[in-house]
């Protein structure tokens, strides 16, 4: 449905009932596909573990885990990972998943993640991770990235892979641009779920917001950590604009000849010894 400027409202509480209302339909889901995940296949993006680097024997949190498969793609690779999520039933599946595969050291705690840094009682890691689909239910971009670099161990970084922003204001064919790419304000969302669009959510609305690169990078820099790229991609693992096309390698990219945008960006930024 089209989203409205959302007026006073506890988004927390929004998000947290949309969060788990899809929770029974994304493990469910052929874009998850869980039981294709405990089978081996791996759910990280092909450029994350070069960008990331060996992650063997470091400690990896992942701010807003959700069902916990990119967490565990880390910990399959040697990281001893801890998963944080403010729905409870998400990091269910997480801890069951976990199980599953074998790997019984992984750690799912409930928090929202401005309170991560309290909640974990000064815990640092080596790695702060946030994967895909997270920073847009976030209302202040410069608050995330103080409770980052708390958590970041002095010669630690954290890694953002995400949705490029710039899709929020991309109309279905591709070319027209829609809204306002600098705005701040909140935005009302009321629909279904990329876990399977034909779902009917029990709480359809969430509060979201758009983050540009920029507000990203600059936010981190200002608290402190030292960004050490920023990488934009051209493709996508879903349908999310009809006009895209799936490619032989399984990705959806702009139809040949199409004028393109970037679909996904991620970054690294270094906290000093």
């Known amino acids: 449905m089209e989203a409205k400027i959302a007026g006073p409202c506890d988004w927390l509480e929004v998000n947290r009932a ?19 995940f405990v089978a081996g296949q791996d759910t990280l993006r092909d450029y994350e573990p070069g960008e990331v680097g060996d992650v063997q024997g470091k400690t990896l949190l992942h701010l807003q885990c959700h069902l916990g498969l990119d967490t565990l793609s880390w910990a399959r690779r040697g990281a001893a990972v ?33 309170d991560a840094a309290t909640v974990l009682a000064s815990q640092t890691f ?30 630690g970084f954290c890694y953002v892979t995400e949705g490029h922003p710039f899709l929020h204001f991309v109309e279905d064919d591709g070319r027209t641009l829609r809204g306002d790419y600098f705005s701040r304000d909140a935005i009302l969302l009321d629909e279904g779920t990329y876990g399977n669009p034909d779902a009917e959510l029990e709480s359809p609305a969430s509060v979201e917001w758009v983050h540009s690169t920029a507000a990203v990078v600059s936010a981190l820099g200002a608290a402190g950590l030292r960004v050490e790229f920023l990488h934009e991609h051209d493709w996508i693992w879903y349908p999310i604009l009809p006009v895209l096309t799936q490619q032989d390698d399984g990705r959806w990219r702009f139809p040949e000849g199409r004028p393109r945008i970037p679909l996904l960006y991620s970054l690294r930024a270094a906290k000093d010894k």
């Open 18 to 36: 949309n969060w788990d209302a899809r929770v029974p339909i994304h493990a469910e889901s052929k874009v998850y596909n869980i039981p294709a």
């Open 82 to 114: 801890t998963g944080l999520d403010f729905s409870q039933p998400a990091l269910d599946i997480a801890a069951s998943v976990g199980a599953q595969i074998g790997v019984e050291s992984a750690r799912f705690v409930l928090a929202n993640v401005y």
């Open 126 to 155: 080596d790695i702060v991770y946030t994967s895909i689909g997270s920073l847009q239910f976030l209302p202040d971009i410069e608050r995330w990235a103080q409770v980052v670099v708390t958590l970041v161990a002095p010669g």
